[in-house]
């Protein structure tokens, strides 16, 4: 049987090395978002992937998830992973204020380039590089990945890259970025004919400083000069 994109069997497989059943058999729920119009051969946009950081938690104890815990979140014989009322929440189907400062720029460049399309991410696909979520107290809001984590979500993305096959990546998180060039650089990997760039986080001040250089003016560069045809 044939599965399309935006079904977990897609992705089966990966990671099975380290993740007992693989990456996205234990974590259906993470998958990329691939629009619909990401693979449509008349398009006159290319293949991007835009890459995020992480998913946040509060507080859960272990009794609910143990994703504090980077060895049992990935390998322990646990049904304790993403609470049922997160399961949506973490999904890469994502649309709120922060990533609808992406969106709106992509919608504008394609108007301008006179190119018909649809919203948000009709036309692109859209994944989180760490498979962990980050701990949110409301004091210690970020991620701090263990080897674990780095090994995992190389393998994670390596292998969705290799699926989907894009033509540009833009990390929209420079420690992702950064952790993922580091993975590619242990492994040898290269990725010859793919364009691969970040910015700042568009919640981050960095998004608008110094005229949106590091932020929204060079995801908007980037876009231009390696998204349309």
Known sequence: MDYNSNQPEFYYG???EIVPEGIFERFPELIPAVGDHYWRE???HKKMLLVGESNYFGDYPETVSVFKDADKWYTADTDKLIPEEMK???GNWIDYRTFNKVFGIMDRVLSE???EHEEKLAEIAFYNYFLRPAFNDGKNKGFR???IDREI??????GIIDKIKPDLIIFLSKKAYVEFTAYCARKGKEYAGITIAHVAHPSSAWWNRYGGS???KKFEDL???NWIK
């Open 214 to 216: 590091l932020g929204k």
């Open 145 to 147: 990945p263990q080897s």
């Open 223 to 225: 876009i231009k000069a």
């Open 88 to 90: 949506t929440a973490v």
């Open 153 to 158: 979500s190389g393998i994670a993305l390596s």
């Open 42 to 44: 008349d398009n006159k």
């Open 14 to 16: 990966l990671g099975k």
């Open 113 to 115: 380039a006179g190119i």
